[in-house]
């Protein structure tokens, strides 16, 4: 499960848990490798200072997303730190959600198609929105200027070359029952195809 920011993946990942699915959110996993006591964490105030420390005791995030938003070193070097513990313990929650009595596993990755993990998560859902829509919404959850949404908007691959990857979509544009009904339509599908393969 995919989409560009913003554009309501959790709310679809929501309906499809709600249907039975297990859920795996790589937004979740990423900040759980790399809080407070764990090797991620004292990874990043290794390499970057003890300045990211916030005053709860974990990462300032604000800061950290501040200083590799603009300098693709500082931004290589905590890839290195994050990616590879974010796919060990993806793997490990997948596993482990595989051998629940949940139907299918949803994985919910923004980064999925440009990480190229497309084919490892086949059907892909791609979670679509319009542009305006997409600005309105990050402007109003982060609190940003409609310039500061659009920078965030294009460091992500455009959504149309994700859509060209998608097996389903799952527009979100409209009222929630109208996406609910969408995603119980994939869900559907996902059991008849994975009934037809058994």
Known sequence: LTGGIASGKSTVAEFF???????????????????????GFMAV?????????????????????????GDTEARKKLNAIT???IAAESRRRVTEAL??????VVYEAALLVENG??????????????????IARLMAR???TAEEAQSRIDSQLPLEEKLAL???VVRNDG???ETELRVREIHEAILASSEATT
């Open 17 to 39: 848990r709600q249907l039975g699915a297990a859920v795996v959110d790589a937004d979740v996993v990423a900040r759980d490798i790399v809080a407070p006591g764990t090797e």
């Open 45 to 69: 105030v290794d390499t970057f200072g003890r300045e990211m420390i916030a005053a709860d005791g974990g990462l300032d995030r604000a800061k950290l997303g501040a200083l590799v938003f």
């Open 83 to 85: 990616h590879p513990r």
């Open 99 to 104: 051998a629940s009595d949940a139907p299918y």
């Open 117 to 134: 993990m497309t084919e490892a998560f086949r059907p892909l859902v791609v979670v679509a929105v319009s542009p305006e829509q997409q």
């Open 142 to 144: 982060d609190g940003s």
């Open 166 to 168: 998608a097996d389903h």
């Open 175 to 177: 009222a929630l029952p």
